[in-house]
């Protein structure tokens, strides 16, 4: 490593420069900003951030560079710049972070502090198992409780709809909730209203399935039509372009909604998290004649035998593959 010695006169003309520089910012920091306060970010789209404070007042705002992304659902220090804008400068603890890997596989934060993920499904556009199975391995990862949701339940008949339940039921005998509900015909809704009540919740899925749908009809129309603004209008329809946060009525909690994906991967995660996240294989872990067995060609593997005698579903081993890969 190189250095280099300063000279006494140097140094001097650093520190004052520093300490001018820090002046300069103290002054700008007390005339132009109003004090700390607490505020929860309730929509981010870029650098771009909405914080609501402890009255409901709305400030967009920006945040300082040195701590961190908030997101949807975080709990921040800001200050108040005008009536109607702000500067986030810090990020309070979290309880949980819901993130994603993005470009080069950078972590991108998604969400923050949410305890129950409404993964939603529907029969148009055709669910993706894989999908299913990517956000249920991060609620396993996140410890957060996961539930399911068949939404468009209006599109099912008769004969559709037990094909569709012997399909999506494996997820029922792991042990997780599924729900169903239509917006069209208003069904469903009060479940998952009791559902989401004490929670802060995400609606996550595939572009399409309902999930701006479902907020709407979950809350009044005055709030929903608000947010409305801010959705841009693709094909006639309204894409949701960014994470944005509601409270639902009579305290039943808050509410993210996200926009959809094609695409959720786990590169984050290693591989033992990944084998934690199908809870089927937890009481086989550990009983393969190798121990850093990956399960995939290995002799006297618990998980294969499991595959191979039904215990495990061919389906949702397949999903592990695939992830692993
Ligand atoms: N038949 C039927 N259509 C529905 C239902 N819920 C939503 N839709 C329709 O499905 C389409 C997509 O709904 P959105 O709520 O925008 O879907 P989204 O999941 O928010 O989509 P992204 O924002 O792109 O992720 C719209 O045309 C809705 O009218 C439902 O219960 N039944
Ligand atoms: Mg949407
Ligand atoms: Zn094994």
Known sequence: MTSRRLTKQQSRRIKQNIGARQKQHRTTHDKSLGPEQSGLIISHHGKTLVVEDDQGGRYRCSSRQNIGQPVCGDHVVWQAANDQEGVITAIKDRISLLVRPGFADRIKPVA???TLICIVIAPEPEPQESLIDRYLVAAEYLNIKPVILCNKSDLLDAKTRDAWQERFSIYQKLGYELLTTSTKQAHGLDQLQQRLRENNSILVGQSGVGKSSLINCLIPDREARVN??????????????HSE??????RGGDLIDSPGVRDFRLGHLDRQAIEQGFIEFRPL?????FSDCIHVNEPDCAILAAVENGQISARRFESYRTIVD
């Open 112 to 114: 923050a502090n949410i």
């Open 228 to 241: 409305e603004l801010s959705s841009q209008i693709t094909k006639g329809q309204h894409t949701t372009s």
């Open 245 to 250: 946060l509601f409270h639902l009525p009579d």
């Open 285 to 289: 872990l550990g009983r393969c004649r």
